[in-house]
Protein backbone atom coordinates (compact mmCIF):
# COMPACT_ATOMS: atom_id res chain seq x y z
CA UNK A 1 0.00 0.00 0.00
CA UNK A 2 0.65 3.81 -0.18
CA UNK A 3 1.45 3.96 3.58
CA UNK A 4 1.80 2.78 6.75
CA UNK A 5 -1.99 1.10 7.71
CA UNK A 6 -3.14 0.35 10.78
CA UNK A 7 -6.37 -1.71 12.11
CA UNK A 8 -8.33 -2.08 13.13
CA UNK A 9 -9.00 1.50 13.48
CA UNK A 10 -11.47 1.59 16.34
CA UNK A 11 -11.33 -1.21 19.02
CA UNK A 12 -13.91 -1.45 22.29
CA UNK A 13 -13.08 -3.99 24.71
CA UNK A 14 -13.79 -5.47 28.15
CA UNK A 15 -11.24 -5.34 30.71
CA UNK A 16 -9.22 -8.56 31.32
CA UNK A 17 -9.82 -9.18 27.52
CA UNK A 18 -6.99 -9.58 25.09
CA UNK A 19 -6.85 -7.84 22.26
CA UNK A 20 -4.64 -7.74 18.94
CA UNK A 21 -3.70 -4.54 17.11
CA UNK A 22 -2.27 -5.07 13.84
CA UNK A 23 0.52 -3.08 11.27
CA UNK A 24 1.20 -2.91 7.63
CA UNK A 25 4.45 -0.96 7.26
CA UNK A 26 5.69 0.27 4.11
CA UNK A 27 7.16 -1.87 1.47
CA UNK A 28 10.63 -2.17 2.27
CA UNK A 29 10.92 -0.51 5.21
CA UNK A 30 13.09 -2.01 7.49
CA UNK A 31 12.07 -0.18 10.35
CA UNK A 32 8.78 -0.36 12.42
CA UNK A 33 7.77 1.92 15.65
CA UNK A 34 4.80 1.35 17.82
CA UNK A 35 3.86 4.15 20.60
CA UNK A 36 0.85 4.70 22.61
CA UNK A 37 -0.88 8.16 22.99
CA UNK A 38 -3.06 8.79 25.89
CA UNK A 39 -5.84 11.43 25.94
CA UNK A 40 -3.90 14.53 26.26
CA UNK A 41 -0.33 13.21 26.48
CA UNK A 42 2.43 12.99 23.87
CA UNK A 43 3.78 10.22 22.10
CA UNK A 44 5.31 6.79 24.16
CA UNK A 45 7.55 5.06 23.30
CA UNK A 46 6.70 1.33 23.06
CA UNK A 47 9.09 -0.82 20.72
CA UNK A 48 11.22 -0.80 17.90
CA UNK A 49 12.00 -2.83 15.29
CA UNK A 50 15.11 -3.05 12.83
CA UNK A 51 15.55 -5.48 9.94
CA UNK A 52 16.50 -9.22 11.99
CA UNK A 53 18.02 -7.02 14.65
CA UNK A 54 16.29 -7.83 18.51
CA UNK A 55 13.59 -5.17 18.99
CA UNK A 56 14.46 -2.71 21.64
CA UNK A 57 11.44 -3.54 24.02
CA UNK A 58 12.78 -1.03 26.62
CA UNK A 59 9.67 0.99 26.38
CA UNK A 60 6.87 -1.48 26.78
CA UNK A 61 5.01 -0.82 30.21
CA UNK A 62 4.13 -4.16 31.31
CA UNK A 63 4.66 -7.95 30.42
CA UNK A 64 1.25 -7.49 29.25
CA UNK A 65 2.31 -5.77 25.83
CA UNK A 66 4.45 -8.26 23.65
CA UNK A 67 5.03 -7.38 20.17
CA UNK A 68 6.13 -9.16 17.05
CA UNK A 69 7.15 -8.85 13.73
CA UNK A 70 6.86 -11.56 11.08
CA UNK A 71 8.92 -11.59 7.98
CA UNK A 72 10.08 -8.26 8.48
CA UNK A 73 7.15 -6.84 7.51
CA UNK A 74 3.47 -6.97 9.35
CA UNK A 75 3.87 -6.20 12.94
CA UNK A 76 0.82 -7.10 16.05
CA UNK A 77 0.97 -5.74 19.30
CA UNK A 78 -0.49 -7.57 21.74
CA UNK A 79 -2.23 -6.54 25.07
CA UNK A 80 -2.86 -9.09 27.56
CA UNK A 81 -5.59 -8.68 30.40
CA UNK A 82 -6.19 -5.45 29.34
CA UNK A 83 -7.11 -2.78 31.71
CA UNK A 84 -9.10 0.64 31.50
CA UNK A 85 -5.11 2.22 31.67
CA UNK A 86 -4.41 0.53 28.53
CA UNK A 87 -7.36 3.02 26.54
CA UNK A 88 -5.12 4.90 24.76
CA UNK A 89 -4.54 5.46 20.76
CA UNK A 90 -1.84 3.35 19.55
CA UNK A 91 0.28 4.72 16.80
CA UNK A 92 2.81 2.91 14.24
CA UNK A 93 5.20 4.33 12.05
CA UNK A 94 7.47 2.81 9.64
CA UNK A 95 10.70 3.93 8.31
CA UNK A 96 13.36 3.07 5.79
CA UNK A 97 16.87 2.94 6.91
CA UNK A 98 19.58 4.17 4.67
CA UNK A 99 21.74 6.34 6.86
CA UNK A 100 20.51 9.54 5.15
CA UNK A 101 17.76 10.61 7.49
CA UNK A 102 14.45 8.89 6.19
CA UNK A 103 11.77 10.27 7.95
CA UNK A 104 9.02 8.13 9.82
CA UNK A 105 6.09 7.66 7.97
CA UNK A 106 3.24 7.14 10.69
CA UNK A 107 -0.40 5.38 10.01
CA UNK A 108 -3.56 6.91 11.66
CA UNK A 109 -3.49 4.59 14.71
CA UNK A 110 -6.33 2.30 16.36
CA UNK A 111 -8.25 3.65 19.51
CA UNK A 112 -8.35 1.49 22.47
CA UNK A 113 -10.83 1.52 24.57
CA UNK A 114 -10.84 -0.60 27.75
CA UNK A 115 -14.77 -0.90 29.72
CA UNK B 1 22.01 10.43 26.39
CA UNK B 2 19.78 10.81 22.84
CA UNK B 3 16.93 12.95 24.19
CA UNK B 4 14.32 15.70 22.82
CA UNK B 5 12.81 18.08 24.68
CA UNK B 6 10.23 20.86 23.81
CA UNK B 7 9.82 23.67 25.64
CA UNK B 8 6.20 24.68 26.63
CA UNK B 9 3.15 22.01 26.22
CA UNK B 10 1.19 24.47 25.32
CA UNK B 11 1.26 27.35 23.30
CA UNK B 12 -1.46 29.90 22.15
CA UNK B 13 -1.10 32.81 19.80
CA UNK B 14 -3.30 34.91 17.83
CA UNK B 15 -4.32 34.52 14.49
CA UNK B 16 -1.65 36.50 12.25
CA UNK B 17 0.83 36.68 15.37
CA UNK B 18 4.32 34.63 15.14
CA UNK B 19 4.47 30.89 16.06
CA UNK B 20 7.22 29.85 17.54
CA UNK B 21 7.85 26.65 19.36
CA UNK B 22 11.29 25.47 20.97
CA UNK B 23 13.25 22.02 20.56
CA UNK B 24 16.34 21.08 21.99
CA UNK B 25 18.13 18.28 20.86
CA UNK B 26 21.11 16.04 22.76
CA UNK B 27 22.98 13.99 20.72
CA UNK B 28 26.19 12.72 20.63
CA UNK B 29 26.42 12.70 16.71
CA UNK B 30 25.59 14.87 14.29
CA UNK B 31 21.56 14.78 14.34
CA UNK B 32 18.77 14.12 12.19
CA UNK B 33 15.86 16.43 13.01
CA UNK B 34 12.22 16.34 11.81
CA UNK B 35 8.85 18.51 12.95
CA UNK B 36 5.69 16.57 12.82
CA UNK B 37 2.31 18.13 13.19
CA UNK B 38 -1.10 16.26 14.44
CA UNK B 39 -4.22 16.93 13.82
CA UNK B 40 -7.16 16.16 16.21
CA UNK B 41 -8.17 12.32 15.48
CA UNK B 42 -5.55 12.11 12.99
CA UNK B 43 -1.99 10.49 12.80
CA UNK B 44 1.28 12.74 12.57
CA UNK B 45 2.49 13.93 9.24
CA UNK B 46 5.93 15.44 8.67
CA UNK B 47 6.05 19.10 8.46
CA UNK B 48 9.93 19.30 7.58
CA UNK B 49 13.07 17.80 8.35
CA UNK B 50 17.05 18.79 8.63
CA UNK B 51 19.45 16.24 7.12
CA UNK B 52 22.69 17.96 5.65
CA UNK B 53 23.06 21.34 4.15
CA UNK B 54 21.56 24.43 4.27
CA UNK B 55 20.37 25.02 8.17
CA UNK B 56 16.99 26.59 7.15
CA UNK B 57 14.67 24.26 6.30
CA UNK B 58 11.54 24.90 4.69
CA UNK B 59 8.29 23.12 5.17
CA UNK B 60 5.15 22.51 4.42
CA UNK B 61 2.23 25.37 5.23
CA UNK B 62 4.80 28.07 5.48
CA UNK B 63 6.40 26.30 8.37
CA UNK B 64 10.36 26.40 8.74
CA UNK B 65 13.05 25.34 11.11
CA UNK B 66 16.41 26.60 11.76
CA UNK B 67 18.84 24.22 13.06
CA UNK B 68 21.60 26.12 15.09
CA UNK B 69 24.34 23.42 16.55
CA UNK B 70 25.93 25.94 18.43
CA UNK B 71 22.88 25.96 21.02
CA UNK B 72 21.43 22.18 20.03
CA UNK B 73 18.26 23.86 19.04
CA UNK B 74 15.85 23.26 15.90
CA UNK B 75 12.95 25.75 16.69
CA UNK B 76 9.74 26.01 14.27
CA UNK B 77 8.70 29.48 13.12
CA UNK B 78 5.84 30.48 11.16
CA UNK B 79 6.08 34.76 10.86
CA UNK B 80 1.80 34.68 10.65
CA UNK B 81 -0.65 31.99 12.21
CA UNK B 82 -3.47 30.89 11.08
CA UNK B 83 -6.66 29.58 12.53
CA UNK B 84 -5.83 25.63 10.48
CA UNK B 85 -2.33 25.77 12.31
CA UNK B 86 -4.06 24.54 15.37
CA UNK B 87 -3.06 21.28 16.00
CA UNK B 88 -0.22 19.39 18.43
CA UNK B 89 3.28 19.78 17.27
CA UNK B 90 6.21 17.10 17.69
CA UNK B 91 10.09 18.07 17.44
CA UNK B 92 11.73 14.31 16.77
CA UNK B 93 15.77 13.04 16.10
CA UNK B 94 16.63 10.02 13.94
CA UNK B 95 20.00 8.77 15.50
CA UNK B 96 21.78 5.46 14.72
CA UNK B 97 18.32 5.07 12.59
CA UNK B 98 16.36 5.36 15.85
CA UNK B 99 13.73 7.47 16.59
CA UNK B 100 13.44 9.92 19.52
CA UNK B 101 10.63 12.53 19.97
CA UNK B 102 9.76 15.17 22.16
CA UNK B 103 6.93 15.33 24.65
CA UNK B 104 4.62 17.85 22.01
CA UNK B 105 3.48 20.92 21.60
CA UNK B 106 -0.39 22.15 21.26
CA UNK B 107 -0.58 25.03 19.39
CA UNK B 108 -3.73 27.27 20.23
CA UNK B 109 -4.51 29.85 17.87
CA UNK B 110 -7.11 32.65 19.31
CA UNK B 111 -9.25 34.54 16.37
Known amino acids: GAGVSQSPSNKVTEKGKDVELRCDPISGHTALYWYRQSLGQGLEFLIY????????KSGLPSDRFSAERTGGSVSTLTIQRTQQEDSAVYLC?????????????FGQGTRLTVV | AQSVTQLGSHVSVSEGALVLLRCNYSSSVPPYLFWYVQYPNQGLQLLLK??????LVKGINGFEAEFKKSETSFHLTKPSAHMSDAAEYFC?????????FGSGTKLNVKP
Open chain 2, 92 to 100: AMNNFNKFY
Open chain 2, 50 to 55: YTTGAT
Open chain 1, 49 to 56: FQGNSAPD
Open chain 1, 93 to 105: ASSYVSGQGSEAF
